[in-house]
């Protein structure tokens, strides 16, 4: 790999990052349970990351507000219009990956 500045490496994580929330935004109908089932991680889990680095930072962000940077709108917004109640199916492989 090129030796890049930390600057460009920042720039290029930042732009990584913008494009995988519009990725996931682009994509509601890909359910947090589903992203754990595959990944090991959600969309709230880059909201505890987001709020996590803030304070590493010194910066202030409440968790709700690291919710709407990561989910686009108001975290409730989000669960009530895009957030269907998992299925079994969905609890049964979610169960069998954290075993």
């Not at 494009?19 to 090991?40: T, Y």
């Not at 709700?64 to 975290?75: D, F, K, S, V």
């Amino acid at each position: 790999m090129t030796d890049l500045s930390q600057a460009e490496q920042d720039q290029l994580d930042a732009a990584t990052f913008r494009r995988l929330l519009s990725h996931l935004d682009a994509n509601k109908d890909v359910q947090n349970i589903d992203l754990m089932i595959l990944s090991g991680f959600c969309r709230n889990c880059l909201s505890k990351w987001y709020k996590s680095a803030a304070d590493d930072a010194g910066i202030e962000v409440d968790d709700m507000a690291a919710r709407e940077r990561i989910y686009g709108i108001p975290y409730s917004e989000w669960k009530a219009n895009h957030q269907p109640k998992a299925t079994p199916e969905q609890l049964a492989a979610f169960e069998a990956r954290n075993k």
